[in-house]
């Protein structure tokens, strides 16, 4: 095992393990109200920086896909998806035009460099369907000058403009860019009632008031 899979291993096991049947509740809520719409239930799907697979496991996906560099992911991931532990920035085991979605959550600032997810937005871009689209989130700096860097393991700093623009110059369309969705983190998080999850979905006014992450949407061109 690499030194960077071992530390991978250790910041997370220390994150997450407290939270993790919460934040499989919130995730089948995420989900169920809001992305399964942006994803048809015939989809070929990959989760990329998929974690403990709280999104796959609970997307709605004809095929699923996961890709981590923490070799504890494969543990926690459904049977019916198929992991890959690498380097997102190298070439993936997919053939061009194979994927209708790729999702990825607070997984871009992790990378070491802007270099490093120039290189995967052209793996994203390469797998992908004409048509396909990438759905990313994660933490807007604009809305978190002191506490995006309570994170060990941040180190490219992204808004929903430059993400937005990088796509563009890696020659994906925008089709949806949110500047403030959803809030910050649960870590270290009080554990709310999921019926103010839900009710936060539908109430998009409620965003711009409590949310600190980015929702950028980008299609493959036909």
């Known amino acids: 095992m690499s030194e960077n899979a071992q530390e991978l291993q250790r910041i997370y096991r220390q994150r997450f393990h407290a939270t993790s ?3 499989n509740r919130v995730w089948q809520v995420l989900t169920r109200l ?3 719409r942006w994803i048809p239930a015939g989809a070929v799907v990959l ?4 974690g403990y697979g709280e999104f796959i496991n609970h997307i709605e996906a004809r095929q699923k896909y996961a890709m981590d560099l923490n070799p504890d992911a494969s543990q926690h991931l459904a049977p019916a998806v198929r992991f890959f532990e690498q380097d997102c920035s190298v070439t993936w085991p997919l053939p061009e035009n194979s994927l209708d979605t790729v999702f990825t959550s607070n997984f871009f600032e992790h990378l070491p460099d802007k270099e490093c997810l120039k290189r995967t937005l052209r793996q994203i871009f390469r797998c992908l369907k004409p048509g396909g689209r990438l759905i990313a989130m994660g933490p807007n700096i604009k809305y978190l000058p002191g506490l995006y860097w309570d994170f060990f393991d941040h180190h490219t700093i992204l808004t929903e403009a430059s993400l937005g623009e990088v796509l563009e110059m890696e020659g994906f369309v925008l089709q949806q860019v949110t500047p403030r969705f959803l809030p910050y983190t649960l870590v270290n998080a009080p554990e709310y009632p999921l019926f103010l999850l839900r009710l936060y979905l539908a109430l998009p ?3 711009p008031l409590k949310g600190r992450q980015f929702l ?3 299609a493959k061109p036909h």
């Open 205 to 207: 006014w409620l965003w």
């Open 47 to 50: 989760d990329l920086g998929c």
């Open 34 to 36: 809001f992305f399964n």
């Open 21 to 23: 049947a919460y934040r």
């Open 216 to 218: 950028v949407i980008a």
